[in-house]
T-cell receptor
Framework: GENVEQHPSTLSVQEGDSAVIKCTYSDSASNYFPWYKQELGKRPQLIIDIRSNVGEKKDQRIAVTLNKTAKHFSLHITETQPEDSAVYFCAASTLGSSGSARQLTFGSGTQLTVLP | DTGVSQDPRHKITKRGQNVTFRCDPISEHNRLYWYRQTLGQGPEFLTYFQNEAQLEKSRLLSDRFSAERPKGSFSTLEIQRTEQGDSAMYLC????????????FGPGTRLTVL
């Protein structure tokens, strides 16, 4: 089955700096990669996702890059703000023939702390 | 609130008791997923349904666990003869299926087995 590794486990940055979180996956058939943000005691919330036919996707201060050959993908947050502090999870999934995700395999999470 | 809802939010039980959790997905979402999350870890997939059909089950889902989605709407997850190792956050998610497959998570049910 799929295995997803995520680094670093903790990351502290100064407000305004950039943060980068990296994940690797093992199953070359995985072709959908979402990122979730989870604040303490709250539900995971999708912040961005990428499909394998795309190498990069950006949404305001957040971007994700995918290297299918190396089987790794990264989350980039620019101009970090204190409200970005949370645990971030990467995940990988294989899409079924209908285009729907079958299941998500999550990384172990990165605790991001943005220092004011 | 039109998001995924779960009930109860917290459950404390004694070892050996049975517990049942409920998940109400976003209206018209035909796919429903159950995950388990322990402290400091990412969610782990347990099972998922498309409409009322249970399409996949993880090896994590032992015989003591059973999930149903009888009418293709809400789902229940039952744990029989609970063990201390079952203590975790149980998360439910739903998606629309088709080309739109974003999974939206509920707030979870935190289970504590004493």
């Amino acid at each position: 089955g799929e295995n997803v590794e995520q680094h670093p486990s903790t990351l502290s940055v100064q407000e305004g700096d950039s943060a980068v979180i990296k994940c690797t996956y093992s199953d070359s058939a995985s072709n959908y990669f979402p990122w979730y943000k989870q604040e303490l005691g709250k539900r995971p919330q999708l912040i961005i996702d990428i499909r394998s036919n795309v190498g990069e996707k950006k949404d305001q201060r957040i971007a994700v890059t995918l290297n299918k050959t190396a089987k790794h993908f990264s989350l980039h947050i620019t101009e970090t703000q204190p409200e970005d502090s949370a645990v971030y999870f990467c995940a990988a999934s294989t899409l079924g023939s209908s285009g729907s995700a079958r299941q998500l395999t999550f990384g172990s999470g990165t605790q991001l702390t943005v220092l004011p | 609130d039109t998001g995924v809802s779960q009930d109860p939010r917290h459950k404390i039980t004694k070892r050996g008791q049975n517990v049942t959790f409920r998940c109400d997905p976003i209206s018209e979402h035909n796919r429903l997923y159950w995950y388990r999350q322990t402290l400091g870890q990412g969610p782990e997939f347990l099972t998922y349904f498309q409409n009322e059909a249970q399409l996949e089950k993880s090896r994590l889902l032992s015989d003591r666990f059973s999930a149903e989605r009888p009418k293709g709407s809400f789902s229940t997850l039952e744990i029989q003869r609970t063990e201390q190792g079952d203590s975790a956050m149980y998360l439910c998610a739903s998606s629309l299926g088709g080309l739109t497959d974003t999974q939206y998570f509920g707030p979870g049910t935190r289970l504590t087995v004493l």
